[in-house]
């Protein structure tokens, strides 16, 4: 603790009590909020309704008359503040710097924000949690007629929030992680949260975090949510069916719970029911109660949705139209039948209440000039809800990029939302989040807000704002819960925040890709193409300063591997039996296309650097089969068939009566059929597989509009172990040119791909073998068949755009030597246990092996060995370590060549 007091002459008072006029402070009416209180709860014994700063324990006062001061009114016993900061002193610095700016924290294009004291005390709390700050907080404080600098000791359990928070920021994660269990903790017996905006947005993260241990939570209050549609004398029945539907859908389309259905049809059904959409809807006693506005006309209000069934007191508002009109799309994804029109009138409600701007006015009239605007919940509800309209158009998703748009233009009114602030952050987060640069806007304007809402108990407040209400008991589960939702949209756990429902078309998922063509890239090749790095050996990247900023981009938030936002996939080949097996899986690329779901290819890391190296969307489009050869399985059309070589021939020749690989004179003209009929079978499964996928781009790529058209942009070749094995193909293998025929044949296909796909510049890339690491460039036959796959690189008329890529340099020596220790105590073991009598059972076996690996490995190098690698040498030890790499350097190779459109 640091305390430094010293007087100050009258004079210097004066001026800081004087220091400037207090105009940018807005007058909440001297007593609101600030005389409102919560009857129960964490907040019970704070005076008022004063402003929470963060994880110090102090609650504030704006003061008018003090516009660069902060009225301590409460400090929390225990915390950080308790004994050193006393009720009524006035924060006037923090950091060794006093306040440089007045107060500008209100209601209106002019005031909305929180410039002056509060941003500045967010940003000194938020960095002195750093590390190299070690956790000191220093304020300066005005205590009567002193001034005393006290140092107060909050800690680095959170550290600062990353740059790309809440993406790949370990500080969100962890305030993620303690608001999820204290919403759990605060949910009620019935299974509710509270209010409807309780009941959305807590389900709503818990079900988004994807952990399993947060379901039972959800479904007690997806039972609650199905008694609504049998509960009466509902308050404001309207906000209740839009949280009810919209959770009921998102849980539906995650867990495939059809038990929710037939409640679901009845909420649609109330909802339908209590749209607005003829006169004879209106309440009459409307006329009385709010003559100005009651409709002039059957247009008038058409479509929207109010606080009631129908039309009562002023009718229906953008903001709850918003959220029926995004109900109305998420009920259509579960198989609710919607009334196209019905829905289309919603969204008109919508849009004849939207500015030139985008922004979204309180019912369906403009109230303001074209670049006018205020606070943005509306027009949060309405952008997400344009952007998940079932329907094809483009008018949908430009109205949802204007209404994205605007709110990253405008990011400093997001608190402060009319009727719900807590609910309008939540949707004005949700909306912006369609546009990568519009949700960054946001976030970084409105980080004071996420630093000082944050509470000792790791809860988050509900700060004052301008229309000052649901303060209360509740308050703290309420902005945890948005606090929550927010948080987790980044994880794209729900269709809302762009998770890809298994089945169902879904608008752009990202605003703007429909301007720039598709890149289309196509991955093609056997077993080490497939892929057979296991997602359990991800974590050996970490260890490696090499590996593990790539590891960082292989993972979320989350820990678990990344979604890409912008890449979509299909794959063919490597279910089933992973050998001959066309069916074809599909979706946003992430971890889990390699044979079989568990594992990872190439693919992975290619496409999560297409996605960072081009502004473009990208689908790949990958081929393979394990144990497929390319003289064979692959072999282009223009190679012609397949002939044995002339030293095979010779061979075959002086043994009529057939040897070890030699058939029988009798057996050859059965050899030769099943030979012509395997010939190129899957070098045309290929070719029609990228075709198929071509001819309808749309039914693996949701967001595809035609008028945005593809390019192919690339060709990724990783094949050549079937090949490499087969002497009878390539019968002098261990000398230079042994494998020439190979080099022929790749140049035969590259040629015939490019003609297949009516692509005659097609880049492409050779994956030259890297099995053996770098001494396999020393050591026949390994040196000679590599030196094959780069010579169709070398030849003139596929200079500048076919490549050999080298992967022998990802290999990992350390990782292979361990695997050769482990097999040399496991042989050795083998030899004991069969001399063993009576031999020992399969337990005491796994026991044995267990005490042999600790006496021969080293703690860290049996931790490497367990968690590097999944398979064999054949597969590139199955270790992401390797693969990961690879992965990358092919789509390094192709960044930036000219594609095919």
Known sequence: MTTRYWMLPLVSLLFLCHASPSHAQVDYGKVSPWDQRAESGPDAQVPGWFYNLGITGLRAQLVADEPKALLIKYVFPKSPADGQVKIGDLIVGAGGRMFQEDHRNGYGEKVFGADGPISELAQVLEECQSADRKGKLTLTLRRGNQIVDVSLDVGTKYGTFAPTFPSDCR?????????????????????????????????????????????????????????????????????????????????????????????????????????????????????????????????????????????????????????????????????????????????????????????????????????????MGRTGAAGIANFLSPYNGNAYRERALSHAKVIGAHPQSFPDTHGSPMMGMAYTALAASVDADSFRKLMDANRWWFTLAHCTDGSFYYQPNRDNSYYGSDSRTLASSVTAFILTIPKRGLVMTGKEERG??????????????????????????????????????????????????????????????????????????????????????????????????????????????????????????????????????????????????????????????????????????????????FYREMIAHVKMVLKDIKRVVPDYDENQGYELAGFVWFQGFNDYVDGGVYPKQNTAGGYELYADLLGHFIRDVRKDLSAPKLPFVIGVMGIDGMRGNKIGPMMHFREAQRKPSTLDEFKGNVFAVETAPFWDDDLEAFVERKERVYDKLEQEFRKANPMPTEPKKEAARKKALDEEFKPDELKRLSTGVSNGGYHYLGAAKIMAPIGKEFAEALVGVDAVK
Not at 319 to 341: E, K, N, P, V
Not at 580 to 609: R, V
Request: hydrophobic residues 35%.
């Open 171 to 375: 500080k969100s994660d962890l305030i993620l992680a303690e608001l999820l269990q204290y919403l759990v903790d605060h949910q009620r017996q019935d299974g509710s949260f509270g209010d409807p905006v309780h009941d959305t947005f807590a389900p709503l993260a818990l079900l988004a975090s994807g952990e399993a241990k947060y379901l039972p939570a959800v479904e007690r209050n997806v039972k609650y949510h199905c008694g609504v549609t049998k509960a009466k004398d509902l308050g404001l029945p309207n906000w209740y069916y839009m949280s009810t539907a919209i959770v009921l859908s998102e849980y539906h389309l995650a867990t495939g719970d059809r038990s929710v259905l037939p409640d679901l049809q009845k909420v649609h059904d109330l909802m339908a029911k209590g749209q607005y959409l003829h006169m004879s809807q209106i309440n009459p006693q409307a006329k009385k109660s709010h003559p100005d506005s009651f409709p002039k006309g059957p247009q008038d209000s058409h479509g929207g949705w109010g606080h009631n069934p129908g039309f009562e007191g002023y009718g229906p508002i953008a903001m709850l139209t918003g959220q029926g009109a995004l109900s109305y799309s998420l009920m259509h994804r579960c198989g609710i039948t919607i009334d196209r029109m019905n829905h289309d009138a919603a969204y008109d409600f919508l849009k004849r209440g939207t500015g030139e701007n985008g922004y979204v006015w309180y019912g369906d009239q403009k109230g303001g000039g074209p670049d006018n605007w205020a606070d």
């Open 504 to 681: 169902v078309p879904k608008p752009v998922s990202k605003a703007g890709n429909s301007a720039k063509p598709l890149k289309v890239f196509i991955l093609a090749g056997q077993s080490n193409m497939q892929g057979h790095a296991a997602i359990s050996t991800f974590d050996s990247l970490a260890d490696d300063p090499q590996t593990a900023p790539l590891l960082k981009t292989m993972r979320g938030p989350d820990g678990k591997p990344r979604i890409c936002e912008k890449v979509w996939i299909s794959s063919v080949g490597c279910l089933g039996d992973a050998y001959s097996d066309l069916t074809e899986a599909k979706g946003k690329l992430t971890a889990g296309f390699g044979a079989p779901e568990h594992k990872i290819g190439p693919e992975f890391t290619f496409g999560l650097t297409m996605e960072q190296r081009l502004s473009e969307p990208v689908l790949i489009i990958k081929t393979s089969w394990g144990g497929r050869s390319l003289h064979t399985d692959f072999r282009p059309p223009s190679a012609g068939p397949f002939v044995l070589a002339k030293e095979t021939q010779e061979l075959w020749d002086k043994h009529p009566e057939g040897a070890h690989g030699i058939p029988k004179a009798e057996d050859r003209p059965k050899f030769y059929a099943e030979k012509t009929a395997a010939t190129g079978v």
